[in-house]
């Protein structure tokens, strides 16, 4: 699905460089990939996180997996491939915003290790910061918290292709940071993300 169909493209660049609009906005851009099973926690802590940076002086822009479906990948589904083709839209998204200077927090389930590999290579290639966060969540925690009714659909057939349930999730193995948010505070959490951000200079202490 992610071929490439459009020809005769080439790439315009600009005379304002990224140096310049990380000057204007006094930060560098960094993309915080929250991976985990649906209801495990990813958007709450982005969320909290997206306020904290706010209120340190920075810049950031949340991406939501549910956000996202409704507008640019509406036209997607739930398979395999299209879960896919989400992901590398998302990608290409984050790319732009870390360009821009700006940090951002990408919700996704993202349970395909090979996607969201190919994710962070898009941002290597690029010469852009990529930190993959695991949001780490028993499916017993997530299912019993299920704040959209989802696995309780999911197990009376009412939902096919969901993760956890009859889609697999392939969990990190080597996470950037690798967050337990069925044993941890949300508060907890974020302090996590933020003194990470911290000792890898994105923001300053």
């Keep these: 699905m992610n071929e490439r169909r459009s020809t005769n493209v080439v790439w315009h660049s600009g005379?304002?460089?990224r140096s310049e609009r990380g000057k204007l906005t006094g930060q560098q851009g960094v993309t915080l990939w929250f991976t985990g099973l649906s209801g495990s926690g990813k958007s709450t802590i982005a969320v909290a996180l997206e306020r904290v940076l706010l209120a340190r002086g920075?810049?950031?822009?949340?991406?939501d997996g549910d956000n996202v479906r409704l507008g640019i990948n509406k036209n997607l589904?739930?398979?395999?491939?299209?879960?896919?083709?989400?992901?590398?839209r998302i990608g290409e998204i984050c790319k732009l915003f870390v360009?821009?200077?700006v940090i951002?927090?990408?919700?996704?389930?993202?349970?395909?290790?090979?996607?969201?590999?190919?994710?962070r290579a898009l941002h290597r290639d690029a010469g852009f910061s990529f930190v993959e966060v695991f949001v780490d969540c028993t499916l017993e925690a997530a299912e019993q918290r299920d704040p959209k009714g989802l696995y309780k659909r999911a197990r009376n057939g009412e939902i096919k292709?969901?993760?956890?349930?009859?889609?697999?999730?392939?969990?990190?193995?080597?996470?950037?940071?690798?967050?337990?948010?069925?044993?941890?505070?949300?508060?907890?959490?974020?302090?996590?993300?933020?003194?990470?951000?911290e000792q890898h200079t994105f923001i300053s202490a």
Aim: hydrophobic share 35%.
């Design 99 to 101: 360009d821009a200077s």
């Design 15 to 17: 005379d304002v460089t």
């Design 77 to 88: 589904g739930f398979s395999a491939a299209d879960r896919s083709e989400n992901n590398r």
């Design 161 to 197: 292709n969901f993760t956890g349930i009859d889609d697999p999730y392939e969990a990190p193995e080597q996470p950037d940071i690798h967050l337990h948010s069925d044993q941890m505070s949300v508060d907890e959490e974020v302090d996590i993300i933020t003194r990470y951000l």
């Design 104 to 119: 951002a927090l990408a919700s996704f389930i993202s349970p395909y290790t090979a996607d969201r590999d190919a994710v």
């Design 58 to 63: 920075k810049l950031s822009y949340r991406l």
